[in-house]
């Protein structure tokens, strides 16, 4: 089985980072082959252009390492998404990642009546998302 990772958080010294080394390390015990896409080493870029957004629009993809990003994808029998919550909100470059990676015409289609999607990652098998999030406690009511 093969497990991408998919992984946004800046500093290393974090329960995300935490909770990724352990998610790789207990999918490599069960003898999953682990891939990590971790966008900040990788400086992925969650900014939707214009020329993204056009491309998009025809359900192409214009950005290298998104396209990249999506071949990896495609390898994929098990994806996991470990990110914070940031102001009750997921971080610009995992928010990006799903703008710019899971779009029409490589990650998933419209289905014909288009009220709904259809995955073509069909190696894919299950997705498991991960966030951490601290919230004071004088917050809460």
Same mark, same amino acid.
């Given at each position: 089985?093969?497990?991408v990772i998919v992984y946004n958080h800046p500093y290393q010294g974090s329960f995300c980072h935490a909770i990724l080394v352990a998610a790789k390390a207990g999918a490599e015990a069960a003898g999953h082959e682990v891939d990590v896409i971790d966008l900040d080493q990788d400086h992925f870029d969650p900014v939707m252009s214009g020329q993204d957004?056009?491309?998009?629009r025809q359900h192409k993809m214009i950005d290298p390492q998104a396209r990249a990003y999506v071949k990896r994808l495609q390898a994929?029998?098990?994806? =996991?998404l470990i990110f914070p919550i940031w102001w009750e909100?997921? *971080?610009?470059?995992?928010?990006g990642f799903i703008d710019k =990676? %899971?779009? *029409?015409?490589s990650t998933y289609r419209y289905i014909k009546s288009?009220?709904?999607?259809?995955? %073509?990652?069909?190696q894919l098998k299950q997705t498991t998302v991960i966030t951490t999030m601290n919230t004071p406690n004088s917050c809460i009511v």
């Open positions: 089985m093969k497990t957004l056009l491309a998009f994929a029998d098990q994806l =996991v909100l997921m *971080p610009a470059m995992m928010k =990676v %899971i779009s *029409p015409g288009g009220y709904g999607m259809q995955t %073509i990652l069909p």
